[in-house]
Every structure is written in C-alpha cells, then in structure tokens.
C-alpha cells in the first residue's frame, strides 16, 4: 500500500505544473449558472468535465439533464463489490463576476500572481474539482483505484442546486455510496485543515401586520390606532429574552445537545471573540451567554430578522401612521430541529402575543432541513487522517453555520453522509471580484485526497 500511495503523490508532484494549465483551461468556460446567455457555457463545462472523468477510464459517463443545467456522473468499481465506494461532489457552475472594473485581471483568463491563482471558480469550486479529479488521475495512472467511486458534478449550486433534490431522489439507487466527499466548503486558514461535519438547517418567513386599511396622518390618530411598526417592533423584541435565548414555545425541544468532546474540539478552533469583533466591526458581541460566539453559530439554533419595511422610507419627512409592517425572519435550525415544527411554534407565539388590535399572517417561505455526520463514520477518519499526514496536525473539526443542499438531500434522499472538507481559503473572494485560490494549499489539497482514498478502510 505504501509503494502505490508514493507512487501515486510522486505522480501528483511531477504533473503539477499540467494540473494547473488545466485548470486555467476548466477556468476559461464562462458558466454562469444564473444568466440565460451564458447557458452554451454552462453546457460546455459539463462536457469538459465528462471528458475529465472518460480520460480517467470512468464508466458510465453522462451528461444527465435535471430540468435544468445538467449534472454530470461517472463511475468505476474495479475494487471490487466488498469494496467502499466513494460518491464525490462538486459544481461546474460559478458566480456572475460584476462588477467587472474592480477585477485586477481578466475574470476568465487565470493569472498567477505570487502564490495565487486569480479568476473566477478559482476557490468556489473549479479548483476543488479539479483537485479531485487529479487526485483520482495520480492513482490510476500509476496503480489502481483502492476503492470504488461514484461522481455528481452539478452546474446549478450557484443558484440554490433548484433541480438537485428530484434529481437526487430520482436517482437514489445510482447515488448510493458509503460516504460522500464534498470539497466545497474550505479551510479555516492556509494552516488549519478543517472538517465539516454539520451543517446547520433553516425556517425561512415573512410576518406582516396590518392596521388601519390606508396611511393615516399621525397627528390626527397617533395614539388612538396602534401603529403596526410599533406592533411589529414589539412583537419581534419579544423573541428573544435578556439572555438572547428565543421564546418561541417549545423552540429549544428537540436541540441535540453537543458532547463535551465536540464542545472540546469547537473550543480548539482558533476563532476566538476577538476574531468574531474584526470580521464584523461590531462594539460588542451579542447572544447566550453558557455558549462561545463559535458555538452561537454553529451548534446553536438562532432567530434572526433578515429584514424590516413600514411606512415612509424616502428622504425627507413624512408624518404618517403607517397601514402595514413586514418583517423577514429567519430561524438557523440544529439537529434534531424541524422546520414544520418551527413554523408551528412561531404560529402559537404569535397568536398567544399579538395584540387584538391589529391583524396579522404568517408566510412560510423556505426551509431547509439539518445534517450531521459522525465524526468516526468511516469517511472522516479516512479524511482527517489523509490532511493530518500532509499537513503534520490533526484538523480542525467544526459545524457550519449555513445550509449546503446538496448535503441535505443526498442524507434524506440516498442516505449517503457526506464530509465536508476542500482548500480555498476565508480571504479568497468567493462570489466577488478577484477571486483567488492559494496553490500552495490546493496541491497540499490533491495530496490529501489521494492519502484519503487509500485510507478508507474496508
């Protein structure tokens, strides 16, 4: 096993120089997922990376149409059936690069400067597909896969993956894997390799209170009509008591408590309060005082208004009682949380504190269920082993505070877990101008992956 994992990263080495212009040729395809006019593009990169894995002697190889951008799957399972097989993931699509004056180089034309690589999917996540794929290259090309391995590159990640979950469920079976690895979701730092291994779930709603049926004069009715700003004001105060914990009947219920052991490895992390103060500007940090800012975003579940309209906004004065308010709200879900259950208890605090005189409804506008992986399933020993013997320290294991859909739905739909690990870096500009990826980690990158491959156990 040793020979042909040498073998392999010595393979890697020697070729690093091609797996980069390659990249810079992947990096050339325009393929915004989001912009119709882009569409032959997005098309396009679908076919380059369907050409990547035939190169590769993957089998099955298609182009799958999803009722949208299509997703691209392969395969190969020369191990053997008591063989692991391994589903990889990743998109071909990327961001819109507006606006364009701010970008030092050509968006499209990959341009080394100093350890970087600047373009657009550079970090999110060209590269990271690509850091796969040369890691697959490096072992077949000088042995023979250890495991068997499945693909799904899909091209509509950047604007929400719409058709993934039908194509996930339609596809369960064709799907099916021990574990999946999903590079896409980054390192703390250049010398921090990092593991995800939950992923945080949402309630997403819009709360509306109406008053009187038109905008009054506020000299004539203040303070004989209650206003709905006020009413909405006061109902939103009421969500969260002086301690920051919500007050939403049964809300906290079902929360899976956290280990010590994981609140040990969550402590470890190096993002510290003061590292929360610089990313945000703020004077002071906020919220449950029994949790550290890295758990109040991470193993917590959170409310949140997203967003607040009422009454006259333009410049200038005017003195109205408004007849509507809106808020947006937003409630970041734990496991074992349920979105239905949420909306179920948002509901019930709000018929139990709405004041009678106003009206009020409740829309219910997006949600999105909670993953976690155990931290000793087979995948992620296999993986932090793998960037343990590159970068010489045991990774850093963390719970992301955000929603990643395809990782939802692979677990609810196929029933395949996923790690999440990849190499871009907090300072590269995903989904902004001068997007970058620091080569030194990506190839630090590949050799991890092709370690995490021979070290899945059987």
Known sequence: MT????????????????????????LAIPSISTSPEYKPDVQRAAEWVAEQLRSLDMENVQIMPTGGHPAVYGEQFKAGKDAPTVLIYGHYDIQPV??????????????????????????????????????????????????NIKWLI???????????????????KMLKADFCINPDAGMISANAPTITYGLRGLAYFELRVHGPNKDLHSGLFGGTVHNPAQALAELIAGMHDKKGR????????????????????IARLPTTPKHFLKQTGVRALWGEPDYSPEERVSIRPTLEVNGLLSGFTGEGSKTVLPAWAMAKISCRLVPDQDP???????????????????????????????????????????MAKGLEQVW????????????????????????????????????DNAHSPNEKLHLPTWNKGIDAFINMFYNVEK
Do not use: C
Not at 7 to 22: G, P, T
Not at 116 to 141: P, T
């Open 3 to 26: 020979d042909v994992r040498e073998a392999a990263l010595e393979y890697a080495h020697q070729n690093n120089e091609r797996f980069l212009n390659e990249l810079k040729e992947f």
């Open 98 to 147: 507006d606006p364009l004056e701010l970008w030092t180089s050509d968006p499209f034309k990959a341009e080394v400067r100093g350890e970087n690589l600047y373009a657009r999917g550079s970090s999110d996540m060209k590269g990271q597909v690509i850091a796969s794929l040369k890691a697959v290259e490096s072992i077949v090309r000088t042995s023979e896969l250890p495991v």
């Open 154 to 172: 899909e091209g509509e990640e950047e604007i929400g993956s719409e058709h993934l979950g039908e194509f996930i469920k339609k596809n369960a």
């Open 246 to 265: 919500i007050t939403l009947p049964g809300f906290y219920d079902k929360v899976r408590k956290a280990s010590k052991a994981e609140r040990a490895d």
């Open 340 to 382: 239905n259950e949420i909306y179920k208890s948002m509901m019930q605090y709000l018929k139990k504190n709405a004041p009678k005189s106003i009206k009020w409804e409740l829309k219910n506008l997006h949600d999105a269920g909670t993953a976690i992986t155990s931290r000793d399933s087979v995948g992620v020993r296999a």
């Open 392 to 427: 010489g320290k045991r990774p850093f294991f963390k719970r992301e505070g955000g929603s990643i859909g395809v990782v939802v739905q692979l677990q609810k739909y196929a029933g395949v877990e996923s790690v999440l690990t990849g190499f871009g870096l907090p300072e």
